[in-house]
């Protein structure tokens, strides 16, 4: 019933990057129509909060950030919101995250990276390159 999505906003992530995220969060949303689904950008910190609820629409939104990546602020957001599941959009261009004290799933959608180690959760590994 509350989904939260961590999309990866740091400068290694393309622009076609966050048109395939944006494109498959739209998906979602209109194919599942989740009661909530809190959308946070991140890079080295959380850099903007989309709440979106299950009769809101949803067309893109504005990237903010570009710096480097760190998942400990992901990691702090995920134990204090205590959301259904997680979902993070990255290209797991840093250390591994912590593991999460509560039991909330979490699923990694990985960008062009099918080495990435993923710490625990399940993952998804996609290659945008054309």
Known sequence: SHLMYFFDVSGSMSQEDVECIVTELKHVKD???????????????IRDVLVIEEHDTFNGLKVIGRGGTDLSPVHAMIEA??????VIFTDMGC????????KTPVFWVVLNNPHAPIPFGEAVFIDTFQ
């Open 95 to 102: 250390a591994p995250m912590n593991p999460l004290s509560s």
């Open 81 to 86: 919101g205590k959301p259904t599941a997680a």
């Open 31 to 45: 194919t599942f129509t989740p009661e909530k689904i809190t959308l946070a950008q991140f890079d080295t910190a």
